[in-house]
């Protein structure tokens, strides 16, 4: 088994390496800028827009009625509870550790450019979800990047062949990373934090190879718990998001809001310490090691994008769901979602992890020993005891556990689109069987793999949304000038004629749609 791993790590690091260090960073940035600029910077001259009707929509008075009652769909803070099930995970905890102790704490300043562009790049994202959704046997709503490639991007003259082969590609990725990043690295992260808070020294009692028996029970534990809402379908997972993602990150940025307070004196020089080595070479672990700003830039980019899938495609799959008529509506979701999965989660665990006492504040060298995998936990230990620990391991179980049920849709809409909806059952299956793989592979493994396949998804899904640029221009020009402007104008709601229809028959009877 060992052997195995080893050879798959292999061929792993040269497909990452050049996904990644090549060519994934740079393509996402630059499509970042090109769709901020080509917006008028819309996630910052637009703030208040979205901001009063994302998250200050939850408080308006009929924000209560709007129940939703549309097969196959779901309400659009069911969509972004999903969504948010999905990205906040353990990339929020481990993955910034891992970003600043392998990158360094500038890691983190490139983690909030990613961000920032990321806003405009998932909006433009759930725009093209939304317009070139359609609606599969069941009644459910299909969309995705797949759908809005091979519709979209395949009407320009020439493209109709190279966009079915991306759609293709995009939707094989999908299933890949559902796996990687939606499966094996959460359940991974979870044994290790569990194991670390309730069972010390149970990793010396081995089942086989290197897995422990307690790694080898939990495993199952959490296969089963996952097979009885997995298998329940999209309405069981929103469900659960819903009631579990509110609580789990407003309990988490408490949690770190009292360890920054702990810690005062010291934030300061934290953020000092973040722009201090954002573009330039710093030590990291031992204090003897330098990291170039390649390097820095490329884990801040890839950690932030691990945490919040902006330009991945993914969450969009969930999005189009959402029983909202106006695309830009879930485009404003997508906005808010990179938002708090990184300016506000990840920067206070990147806070947490600085003033932890493992990172030299001067230098930015990482303490000798420390373990990235258990680094938060570590922090929270240092101020609340042994609590403290098991609060992080409960975090973690939380994150990372609705992550993979968010991924779970995503990998299951990927394989419905390649292989039929019938397929997507037997798709489930596998997931849910292959939950209790997590605990049984090397930590670094699991992540590593997780960013090669979180590179390869977002090549097609960056050339689709590049290419249809004018689309998601058009679509929140004409939203503009009828909802802000008020100008007696034609929506654009879909690029579909039937399902353009009959979302202006829903726009223009008021039914129960979140407009």
């Not at 999903?82 to 481990?94: C, E, K």
Request: some cysteine; hydrophobic content about 50%; aromatic content about 12%.
């Amino acid at each position: 088994m060992e052997e195995f791993f080893s050879q798959v790590g292999g061929i792993n690091e040269a497909i990452k390496d050049f996904v990644w260090d090549q060519l994934g960073v740079w393509l996402l940035l630059a499509a970042g800028v090109i769709l901020t600029c080509c917006s008028g910077f819309f996630q910052i001259t637009h703030i208040r827009h979205w901001w009063k009707n994302t998250i200050g929509s939850l408080f308006s008075k009929g924000a209560k009625s709007r129940k939703n009652k549309e097969k196959g769909a779901i309400s659009q803070f069911q969509a972004l509870c999903t969504a948010l099930a999905a990205t906040i995970g353990t990339g929020n905890i481990a993955g910034v550790a891992s970003a600043i102790c392998v990158g360094g704490a500038g890691a983190v300043f490139w983690m909030w450019v990613a961000a920032f562009f990321g806003m405009i790049t998932n909006y433009s994202e759930n725009i093209l979800g939304i317009y070139f959704r359609r609606k599969n046997k069941k009644g459910e709503w299909s969309g995705g990047p797949m759908y809005y490639i091979k519709d979209g991007f395949g009407k320009y003259k020439g493209c109709k062949t190279i966009a079915k082969i991306l759609a293709v590609l995009f939707a094989s990725f999908a299933v890949l990373a559902s796996f990687g990043i939606g499966n094996l690295g959460q359940t991974n992260k979870i044994v290790i934090n569990l194991q670390n808070a309730f069972f010390e020294g149970t990793e010396s009692a081995i089942a086989f190879g290197n897995v422990s028996w307690m790694a080898l029970i939990l495993g199952l534990v959490l296969t089963i718990v996952g097979a009885l809402i997995i298998l329940g379908g999209l309405q069981r997972i929103a469900a659960f998001a819903e009631k579990v993602v509110p609580f789990m990150a407003i309990i988490y940025v408490v949690g770190a809001l009292v360890i920054m307070g702990v810690h005062i004196t010291e934030v300061g020089a934290a953020f000092a310490i973040i722009f201090k080595c954002a573009f330039g070479v710093q030590a990291v672990a031992g204090g003897f090691a330098g990291v170039a700003v390649k390097e820095v830039i490329t884990q801040g980019c890839k950690r932030g994008i691990f945490s919040n899938e902006a330009g991945l495609g993914s969450s969009v799959m969930v999005h189009s769901n959402s029983n909202v008529v106006e695309p830009v509506k879930q485009g404003l979701w997508g906005i808010f979602e990179v938002f708090a999965d990184t300016i506000v989660v990840c920067t206070m665990t990147a806070i947490v992890v600085l003033t932890s006492g493992a990172i030299d504040l001067n230098t930015g060298a990482v303490a000798a020993g420390t373990k990235d995998a258990t680094l938060v936990a570590t922090a929270f230990g240092n101020v609340f005891g042994k609590p403290g620990v098991i609060f992080i391991a409960l975090c973690v179980l939380l994150f990372a556990f609705t992550t993979v049920l968010g991924w779970s849709h995503y990998g299951s809409k990927a394989f419905e689109y390649l292989f039929g909806e019938k397929a997507a059952v037997g798709y489930r299956a596998v997931f849910v069987v292959l939950i209790a793989a997590g605990p049984m592979m090397s930590s670094s493994l699991a992540w590593e793999i997780s960013d090669t396949f979180n590179g390869l998804m977002m090549i097609p899904n960056l050339i689709g949304v590049l290419s249809l640029t004018p689309i998601v221009l058009k679509v929140t020009r004409n939203y503009r000038d009828r909802i802000i402007h008020g100008k007696p104008i034609k929506p654009m709601l879909s690029a579909i004629p039937e399902v353009q229809e009959e979302m202006e028959a829903k726009l223009s009877s008021n039914t129960n749609v979140e407009e």
